[in-house]
């Protein structure tokens, strides 16, 4: 090996052998004190630190040259670098010149809007990944294992570094950055926690995310095979029920920037709810990213899980043998779902939030197979009516005032889209027997109007044969008196006839009466039609008619309305086959989709009906709420209509709409002001707070309050403290010129119309009028 292009020699071969030779060399000749220049006889010590030399500046500087051109032979102290202790230099610090302002951040100065310099590396402020001093742990771990490997299956080390030797401890087969010696091998459990944000796991297509629930807590999970473990965040974690458990061994986790984290606890058998399936899962908690859930590859191989990527979504074999897949979220998915870490963050940031109750509209399709009792009257359920229905014990009249004659008016002008419904309807129509064309004179206009399922009915305008009809006085059932029957029942079913006016059949005589006229033809039907006058009265004379034997005992009937009732479970299945054999025997049928069985809660004719008592429709309720001021004498009537249905939750209801009233009377003027204003939000008040009426009870006794004022009479029925009604109505004209004795005798006379009409009174024990005391009643009505 030629050493400086002067020296030859057959050892050293290498330059690591010579920098180890020429290293003892010097060791030894400074122990010595023997160190002397190349040519030289003389030996020359080095002054002592602080000792002046004795040679002049001019023969040091000429040495000092000569010493640069010829040198001592080049050696590596035996200490290595990176353990040597640093030099303290106290210099002078550098001050700034420009006119950058000063980062409370890094610390350093550069423009506002720029941000500040974050190494990836560290994490620290003021430099870059390329200029960090910081060893990367991920790159030193990767070495270590290359070299646990090569040591372990004696492989030898690459051709490019082989005969060269290690700046730090001298071995050949590594470089100093490669060095077992800075990164020493420690036998430690390791494990992967890769972790990436909701967004970037909802446009990548290798993940799936989704929000799920964890404990009966919504949490943001991302299902990740590179996960070895699954994790909780911090966060999260005090939302759980469970606590932690101390491992017996402590294990490593590596995070996505190759940091190590010291794992020592874990939450065991943490529910997780799949699409409502459960399982269980062990949790470790640590800091997360902006998940709150990551389950790893524990989870999903023991549940044997299947994440199929392209698609999204996890399929899950169950021990049933059915497969439980799992759909995360898609970037195009319009509804997204904040888990409650979340929340809290974006509450405690004073971030405003609203309140929103979510309902699922999209319920699970009904199956008459799937209902018990019901699944055996199929029958009585049809797709469809079958045809025209059979001659029954009553039948549709028209009867005419004296002298009428024949009325047709032209048709009214439709829409496209009713156009086209109006010539589906008369296609079904005529295929099932329910219309065929007339010559008759008469001849009324068509309409539509809108159901609540969004589809339309055909009626027909028959205001002009109205007119000209005698009314049917067969009475329709109050609703008040139809609540009362429900006392004490539990248990409720609901039943909806299919199109209930197309199954009673028109009088041969009456049929001609029945016609109209559209662009596509005159026609006269078959059966009832909708929008007569005495529709109603006659449809309800034969729904009384049929349920005779079972009526207010356990079913109560409006029109085409049937509420089925009983006071325990096994007395509402026998009531159930009773009702649907009748109607399957009078070839009467329902409309499935509308019905409702074994129910707890029931809506019927606008109220709420439970085992506590009568309610306000909520749907009403809102109504009423969103009621914008009205303006009109009509819009008064309006809402005084709709209110005066719900007059029975409302003490005082007449009293309190006096200035209401008064607008609406012929002749005066209408003029809004704060008594009407007062009064109207009242009632509305009034109406979105209204009580729970108690449905009486029969067997005990009642408690009647009553009370009078130079603007209404009121009264209130109670039973053992529970309120049943109210009742009130205005004062008359003429009534409002007596005494307070007489109005308070006014006001009894009133309860007792009202006591009369619930057939109660007899059994009232109590009886208390306003500035008198209770009067009390042992025996019936005198």
Partial sequence: MIIQDTVLGRNPTTLEDAIRLAATLTDNHVKDGTLTRKGSKKTTTKPAIGESSKTNPTESSSKNKKRKAKNYAVVTPATPVNQMPAQVTNLPKKQYVGNQPLCNTCRLHHPANVPCRICTNCGRYGHLVTTCRTTRPQFNNQLNQANQAMGQNNQAPPLAIQGRACYNCGDQGHFRNQCPRLNPIVPVNRGRAFNINANEAQDNNDVVSGTFLVDNQYASILFDTGADKSFVSLEFEHLLAKNRTRLENTFTVEVANGSPITIDSIILDVPLNLNDHTFLIDLIPMPL??????????????????????????????SSGDTLNVFGEKPTRGLKLMSCTTAQKYLRKNYVAFLAHIVNKKDKEKKIEDIPIIKDFPEVFPEDLPGLPPVRQVEFRIELVHGATPVAKSPYRLAPSELQELASQLQELSEKGFIRPSSSPWGAPVLF?????????????YRELNKLTIKNRYPLPRIDDLFDQLQGATWFSKIDLRS????????????????????????????MPFGLTNAPAVFMDLMNRVCNPYLDKFVIVFIDDILIYSKTKSDHEQHLC???DLLRKEQLYAKFSKCEFWLK???FLGHIVDDKG????????????????????????SFLGLAGYYRRFISNFSKIAVPLTALTHKGKPYEWGPKQENAFQTLKHMLCNAPILTLPDGNNDFVVYCDASNQGLGCVLMQQGKVIAYASRQLKIHEKNYTTHDLELGAVWFCVENLEALSIWYKVCGFHRSQEPPTHFRSKRT
């Fill in 614 to 637: 009568v309610h306000v429709d909520p749907a009403k309720i809102e109504a009423v709420k969103n009621w914008k001021t009205p303006t009109t004498p009509t819009e008064i009537r």
């Fill in 601 to 603: 809660e029931v809506q």
């Fill in 449 to 461: 109007v809108k159901k609540k399922d969004g589809t339309f009915r055909m009626c027909i305008d």
């Fill in 578 to 580: 009773l009702i649907l």
């Fill in 500 to 527: 209930g006016y197309h199954q009673l059949r028109v009088h041969d005589d009456d049929i001609p009466k029945t016609a109209f006229r559209t662009r596509y033809g005159h026609y006269e039907f078959l059966v």
């Fill in 289 to 318: 990213g902006s998940f709150d859930v990551i389950v790893g590859m524990d989870w999903l191989t023991t549940n044997r899980a299947e994440i199929v990527c392209a698609e999204k979504y996890i399929r899950i074999p169950l």
